[in-house]
């Protein structure tokens, strides 16, 4: 778990008054705390469900950068006429992207409490705050804490929030009020893996599998052991899936010229093809055009794709697409890019719907709701951003903040342990083992010494990719001409999650009733005025939800009317 905590309401700030609320008093400074509490606007947006959903404009650039692997998505070493391109192509840029400077932390004493229950995790939050941290508490009538941590940790932590609203104190603080909730990008990026090895590992003959099948992959590379079906070790899973884009895209791009059998076919025909980087990233755009961007379902609709339902071909495209969606996020949480990272949540906000990850596809769109319509503006910027930190200053050099607290306690089990170490001994010694890793860090560095914690990243993958891309070529995984039908269930998980999300009884408007419902149990004042606000608009939010799944089949009757005869029919 991570605390981190922005100074809000000076006298001597001066805020956009884009933001401010209506005032009694000129003199008088509207705190952030009080925008956050009043600002309650996702109950009343036009198709505010629309504004959850990815754009389209940046997807090319980014899919195409991501495609061509300039640092490292596409090993290509054994193409060479591939190679000598790749210092060519220009880096991503993203304008809300964080400066590369190393992130100041604080180590607190480890604490012998359960969490598996809310009232653990609400001991938790008392103990750091009030008494380790001992803040005051007025502190929080003006201070913003942000406590990110796995989607488990959230989840109590606002169950926790909700009972302590019940609270008649005055004080903030002992309400939980100025608390926000960030989710940890580790462990969404876990979960995914997670859902992919569900979702795209099947059991039975290899002979019957697809060829894109992630079990029939691995008999492939059987010397990755610690890659299992079911059980999640996530740097070898990581780089497992890995190899397998990069295997992907370099036979996605030999499906698109004439005579490419093998590897060998291919790389002779690139190295007299291709003669400039224009060349490369043409032929890279045309792939991306035609694998990465449409829709399976897109694609059977201009005749594409001539096999109906589930096929080789098309689960060779949703495996692509999931695949760059997974190293999109890890190559923009690496350079500290914030929008990217943005975009790809809003693409797993529906996938994690379809693939039957209900919680954390509720703690995305939780958390994009926030960062959209409920966080004060001016704080937006810095609470995202505590979504990573940089303990090298490299601009290479993030990381997701709940995996930097996981390798703390790493650390802390790897020299911390024995007989003797109890948990008040391990509570005075564990805040100098973070002083003592970074000082390790430091050293190594000046040293040129590989360090421990970055030895997965500079794993050399060449022999593998050129395994699986020998294999998709043979089995022509991205030949519509050679499709045919596969056996095996592969939803285009996208746009399954995006029309279950939406209309009146999709999991949109449920996770909302959930939210409003929390809001009525709020005892303090600022959320009574949010509770009669949201009653208020709550028509319009009806209307416009059931005009947006309607069309023009809504006639304009009672949203509330129709609603209720939903509900008798269920």
Not at 40 to 50: E, Q
Not at 187 to 193: N, P, Y
Not at 420 to 433: A, D, F, H
């Amino acid at each position: 778990m991570s605390f981190i905590a922005e100074e809000l309401g000076e006298e001597d700030e001066e805020l956009d008054p884009s933001y401010a609320l209506p005032r009694t008093d000129e003199d008088r400074v509207v705190t952030i705390l009080e925008q956050l509490h009043s600002e309650g606007i996702r109950f009343s947006l036009n198709r505010f469900l629309t504004t959850l959903f990815r754009s389209d404009d940046p997807r090319i650039t980014q899919y195409t950068n991501t495609f061509l692997g300039r640092d490292g998505a596409v090993d290509c070493a054994f193409i060479p006429s591939l190679e000598k391109f790749k210092s060519a192509i220009p880096p991503l840029k993203d304008e809300h992207g964080l400066e590369p400077h190393i992130t100041r932390q604080f180590y607190l004493p480890t604490l012998d409490q359960e969490q598996g229950t809310v009232k653990g995790n609400m001991e938790v939050l008392e103990e750091y705050l009030f008494r380790i941290l001992n803040i005051p508490h007025k502190s929080f009538e003006k201070r913003l804490v942000a406590v990110l941590g796995d989607r488990l940790t959230t989840a109590r932590d606002r169950s926790a929030q909700a009972y302590r609203s019940l609270d008649r104190s005055e004080s903030r603080g002992e309400r939980f009020a100025s608390l926000v909730l960030l989710p940890g990008l580790m462990h969404t990026r876990l979960a995914f893996i997670e859902l992919l090895n569900r979702q795209l590992w099947h059991t039975g003959k290899a002979s019957e599998r697809d060829p894109t099948d992630l079990g029939v992959l691995h008999q492939l590379l059987d010397h990755r052991t610690r890659v299992k079906h079911g059980k999640i070790e996530f740097y070898a899973w990581l780089r497992f899936l890995e190899a397998i884009f990069s295997g992907m895209a370099i036979s996605a791009v030999g499906a698109l010229l004439p005579n490419c059998t093998s590897v060998e076919d291919l790389s002779n025909t690139l190295g007299a093809r291709i003669k400039t980087r224009e060349d490369l990233e043409k032929l890279a755009m045309d792939a991306v055009d035609r694998y990465l961007m449409p829709s399976v379902d897109r694609l059977e609709a201009t005749d594409v794709k001539t096999v109906e339902g589930d096929s080789v071909v098309g689960h060779a495209v949703i495996t692509f697409q999931l695949l760059a969606l997974l190293q999109n996020l890890t190559h923009s949480i690496k350079y500290g890019h914030i929008t990217r990272i943005l975009d790809s949540l809003k693409f797993m906000y529906p996938i994690f719907y379809a693939g039957g990850s209900y919680n954390y596809s509720a703690e995305i769109g939780e958390f994009l709701h926030n960062v959209t319509h409920d966080w004060p503006k001016q704080s937006v910027d810095t609470l995202v951003g505590a979504l990573l930190v940089n303990t090298t200053g490299r601009p290479d050099g993030f990381k997701e903040t709940d995996l930097n607290g996981e390798h703390y306690n790493k650390d802390i089990k790897d020299l911390a342990h024995g007989p003797n170490m109890t948990p008040k001994i391990l509570s005075q010694l564990t805040p100098s083992l973070g002083v003592l890793s970074e000082v390790c860090d430091i050293l190594v560095k000046d040293l040129g010494v590989e360090n421990r914690h970055t030895r997965h990243s500079h794993v050399k993958a060449a022999q593998d990719v050129e395994i699986l891309a020998e294999h998709f070529i043979k089995n022509s995984v991205f030949d519509f001409s050679r499709d045919r039908a596969s056996g095996f269930k592969v939803p285009d998980f996208y746009s399954k999650g995006r029309s279950s999300l939406a209309g009146v009884q999709g999991g949109h408007r449920r996770q909302l009733q959930r939210y409003e419902l929390g809001l009525r149990n709020r005892a303090d004042s600022v959320a009574e005025e949010v509770e009669d606000m949201t009653m208020n608009d709550r028509e319009l939010y009806l209307e416009d939800t059931v005009s947006f799944e309607l069309g023009d089949e809504y006639d304009g009757e009672d949203p509330d009317e129709l609603l209720q005869q939903s509900d008798d029919d269920d």
